[in-house]
C-alpha cells in the first residue's frame, strides 16, 4: 500500500534548474515517499535529452532512492496506438525498474469510443508487467466525462488517482469527498490517492490555506497517500508558502476504513463470482425471496450462481442507498446487464459478527 505523500514531476530540466540532487534533497526535507516523474507521452519516450542522448529519468530516480523515496512513472496516452503505447510503457518500466506506473488518460481517450482501446492497453500492459503497482490518473468526477473507458481500466488497476483540481474554486475539501462518493459507486473501485491542486492556470492559483484543507481531508477520510501536481509551477510561480504547506504537513496515514457491509455486498456482487459473494454470510445464514426459502452457504451459493449465469449475466451492480446500524442494513441497488435491468432491487440484512445472517432480497427484471 502506497502511504504518504508525494509530487508530480513534468519536466526534470525545469525543476531545481534540472539539478537532480537538489530535487531529491527538496523530496527528502519534505518527506516526500514518492516521486511522480513523467517517463512517456504516447509512443515516446520523455524526460530523455536528445541532443545529448541521455536519458534524464535514471539519475533522479537513484537520487531519490538513496534518500528512501519511491520512483513512479507516470505516462500520458491518447489510444490512438494503444498496443505500441503499452510496449513503450513495458520498457520504461522495466529499464527505470519502477516501483509504480501511472496512466493519465484524460482528453483523447474522454472523447469516446476507446473502449476497445482500454482494454487493448491494459490486457497487453498486464500481460508483462508483474509487481509493479499500477494507477489510474484522470478527471476527478466521472460524472462529467461518462464517455472515458473507466471500467475498462479500473479493473485492473491497482489505484485510482483522481485529479481533484478545485479550480476558480475554493472548496477542496468538498470536491475530494464528491470524487470518492462517485467512484465508489462504480462497478470497479480500486484504492484511491487523490492528486491535489499546486499549480496557476488561467490566472487561478490555490492558496495555501486549500492546499492545507484538501491534505486535512485526506486524512480524515483515512486515504493511505496524496500527491500533488506539479513541482515546477509550485516551486517557481506559486507562493513559497503553498510548497511549505505541503512540506511541513505531518502524514501518517492509517489503514483505510472497512467498508460497511452493503458497500462490500455491491463490490462483491460486481466480481460476478459466487464464491466472493457468500464469503459475507455467515454458515447458517437465511436467504428469503418471495418465492423461496434457502439456509446454508452451499444453497445460497447455488442461487447466486444462478443469478450470475442466467438470471443477471455480465451484471453491473450499483448500489443506490443504504441505512442502517449495528446488526441491521436496509439496501437499494440497480443492475444493468445483458439480459435485462433491476432498478427497484431491495434487501433487508441481519449481521451477526460482521457477517450476513438474514438476507430478504426483492427485485424484478424488465
Not at 3 to 22: H, S
Request: aromatic letters at 12%; charged letters at 20%.
Amino acid at each position: 500500500m502506497l502511504k504518504g505523500k508525494g509530487f508530480f514531476i513534468w519536466k526534470i530540466a525545469k525543476c531545481e534548474g534540472g539539478n537532480v540532487v537538489k530535487i531529491a534533497e527538496q523530496a527528502a526535507a519534505a518527506n516526500f515517499s514518492h516521486v511522480l516523474i513523467k517517463i512517456a507521452d504516447g509512443t515516446n519516450t520523455y524526460n530523455y535529452d536528445w541532443d545529448h542522448h541521455v536519458d534524464l529519468v535514471p539519475p533522479l530516480a537513484r537520487e531519490l532512492r538513496k534518500r528512501g523515496i519511491e520512483v513512479w512513472g507516470w505516462h500520458f496516452v491518447y489510444g490512438n496506438e494503444p498496443k505500441a503505447e503499452a510496449q513503450k510503457a513495458i520498457q520504461r518500466i522495466h529499464d527505470l525498474d519502477l516501483e509504480g506506473y501511472v496512466i493519465d488518460a484524460e482528453g483523447s481517450y474522454a472523447q469516446g469510443g476507446k473502449e476497445q482501446a482500454a482494454k487493448t492497453f491494459m490486457n497487453r500492459l498486464i500481460s508483462s508487467v508483474h509487481g509493479t503497482p499500477i494507477a489510474l490518473s484522470s478527471y476527478r468526477y466521472p460524472s462529467y466525462h461518462p464517455n472515458l473507458p473507466w471500467d475498462e481500466f479500473l479493473s485492473k488497476c491497482d489505484y485510482n488517482m483522481p485529479q481533484v483540481y478545485w479550480m476558480k474554486a475554493n472548496n477542496p475539501g468538498e470536491q475530494l469527498r464528491r470524487s470518492i462518493r462517485e467512484f465508489k459507486g462504480m462497478k470497479y473501485c480500486p484504492p484511491i490517492i487523490p492528486t491535489g491542486a499546486a499549480f496557476t492556470e488561467w490566472g487561478w492559483t490555490p492558496t495555501a490555506s486549500e492546499v492545507l484543507a484538501f491534505l486535512q481531508t485526506a486524512k480524515s477520510l483515512n486515504l493511505s497517500a496524496a500527491n500533488f501536481w506539479e513541482w515546477e509551477n509550485c516551486r517557481l510561480k506559486l507562493p513559497a508558502k503553498v510548497w511549505r504547506t505541503v512540506r511541513d504537513f505531518p502524514w501518517k496515514a492509517g489503514p483505510p476504513p472497512p467498508l460497511d457491509i452493503a458497500e462490500a455486498y455491491i463490490q462483491a456482487l460486481n466480481t460476478g463470482a459466487s464464491e466472493k459473494v457468500v464469503a459475507h454470510y455467515a454458515p447458517s445464514a437465511v436467504h428469503i425471496t418471495p418465492g423461496r426459502t434457502v439456509q446454508g452457504v452451499a444453497a445460497i451459493q447455488g442461487w447466486y450462481d444462478t443469478l450470475f449465469n442466467k438470471v443477471l449475466p455480465n451484471a453491473t451492480f450499483k448500489l443506490t442507498g443504504y441505512s442502517g446500524v449495528g446488526n441491521s442494513r436496509h439496501i437499494t441497488w440497480t443492475a444493468e446487464s445483458t439480459k435485462g435491468s433491476v432498478k427497484n432491487g431491495n434487501d433487508t440484512v441481519g449481521l451477526s459478527n460482521g457477517k450476513i445472517a438474514y438476507h430478504f432480497s426483492y427485485f424484478t427484471v424488465k
